[in-house]
């Protein structure tokens, strides 16, 4: 079964403590998304990462870090900096960027994972 | 001024009533205009994409998308309570592969 798998789909953590979500994808896609979803605000774009070895900063990356050592994987890392962790955190995929191809703009989301500081 | 406005809801209507579900953008660059469903605790899911300016039917569902007005819809008839979810709409410019949101409308379709 092709898809994305998301890690725990229940995270605690105490203040002050740094916690790594993970995202895996089988579907050979070469961009991968976090998002951040709160009540009333949609999905807000952490980071993205376009291929291997390269991510970049999205609209609300202040207290997130990444990774993307290999092309399945893209874990978020959520530090102590982040002054208000608690939410619903989306990983997504996508084929690729920029082809003008329609079928390359769908993003296929993870099942989520759900942060909640103690 | 967000890029993307979405009516918020929530949204409640009796089954088999149409539902219309509206959003409203700001930046003319957007081409890709695509409507995601989300159910309770779970990650969205595409359900229907426009490229420019048109009309898209599937089913019971019909996207619209007027660019000169920058306004895009989603249309459901015959609405069921398997249709109760968030509706998310999405945007995007031809290049790069960002996706810019609306803030969701959450429908509940009552039997």
């Known amino acids: 079964d092709g898809g994305i798998t998301q890690s725990p789909k229940y995270l605690f953590r105490k203040e002050g403590q740094n916690v790594t979500l993970s995202c895996e994808q089988n579907?050979?896609?070469?961009?991968m998304y976090w998002y951040r979803q709160d009540p009333g605000q949609g999905l807000r774009l952490i980071y993205y990462?376009?291929?291997?070895?390269?991510?970049q900063k999205g609209d609300i990356a202040e207290g997130y870090s990444v990774s993307r050592e290999k092309k399945e994987s893209f874990p978020l890392t959520v530090t102590s900096a982040q002054k208000n962790p608690t939410a619903f955190y989306l990983c997504?995929?996508?084929?690729?960027?920029?082809?003008?191809?329609?079928?390359?703009?769908?993003?296929?989301f993870g099942p989520g994972t759900r942060l909640t500081v103690l | 001024q967000k890029e993307v406005e979405q009516d918020p809801g929530p949204l409640s209507v009796p089954e088999g009533a149409i539902v219309s579900l509206n959003c409203t953008y700001s930046?003319?660059?957007?081409?890709?205009f695509m409507w995601y469903r989300q159910y309770s605790r779970k990650g969205p899911e595409l359900l229907m994409y426009?490229?420019?300016?048109g009309n898209k039917e599937d089913g019971r569902f019909t996207a619209q998308v007027d660019k000169s007005s920058k306004y895009i819809s989603l249309f459901i008839r015959d609405s069921q309570p398997s249709d109760s979810a968030t509706y998310l709409c999405?945007?995007?410019?031809?290049?790069?592969?960002?996706?810019?949101f609306g803030e969701g409308t959450q429908l509940t379709v009552n039997p």
């Open positions: 990462s376009q291929i291997v070895n390269d991510f």
């Open positions: 930046n003319s660059a957007f081409q890709y």
């Open positions: 997504a995929s996508s084929i690729g960027t920029g082809r003008g191809l329609a079928i390359s703009n769908e993003q296929f």
């Open positions: 426009t490229y420019s300016s």
């Open positions: 999405a945007m995007k410019e031809t290049s790069g592969s960002r996706l810019t």
């Open positions: 579907l050979n896609h070469d961009a």
